[in-house]
């Protein structure tokens, strides 16, 4: 059973192509994710997108290092599965549905069995605004991105 099982949603001022070409923009993640030190895509699918992407986060106690494996459904889905790492498990999944050519609902699916011990407190934190937070620093560097586009 999933220690944290969460979505998330959220209108986004920026169209759904470009949400989807944002999320997988993962050299410009430590930009703009505030938990993430240090990110590595290790290899690609034939189509370019990322396959497996390292990540390290600052989870204030700890730096936490983990391998995410991708699957893409261009240009409304993605999926993500654990590969290895100090985590147990993490299984998600963004999904982008246009509302007009400028809008896009924005929906983060997430399910992490830490394989850890946290501090009830912390855990309780991380539960309540993780996946929120993550979702709205995305949301942010996709409209910045649609206000550049604009211009």
Known sequence: MADV???????????????????????AYPSWSSPITRIAVLDRHPDGFARRVEFSLD??????????????SPPH?????YAEGDLENI?????????DARRTNATCSQAVVLGLW????VRRALE????????????????RRAAGRRV
């Open 91 to 99: 299984v998600g999944s963004y999904a982008f549905d246009p509302l």
């Open 77 to 81: 889905r993605l999926a993500w599965t």
């Open 118 to 121: 946290v501090p009830g407190i």
């Open 59 to 72: 989870m204030k106690l700890r730096i936490v290092r983990y391998v995410l494996e991708y699957t893409w």
């Open 5 to 27: 099982q969460q979505s998330f949603s959220t209108l986004i001022e920026a169209p759904a192509d470009l949400c989807y070409a944002a999320i997988a923009d993962f050299d």
């Open 128 to 143: 309540a605004t993780a996946l929120r937070q993550s979702v709205l620093e995305f949301k942010a560097e996709a409209e």
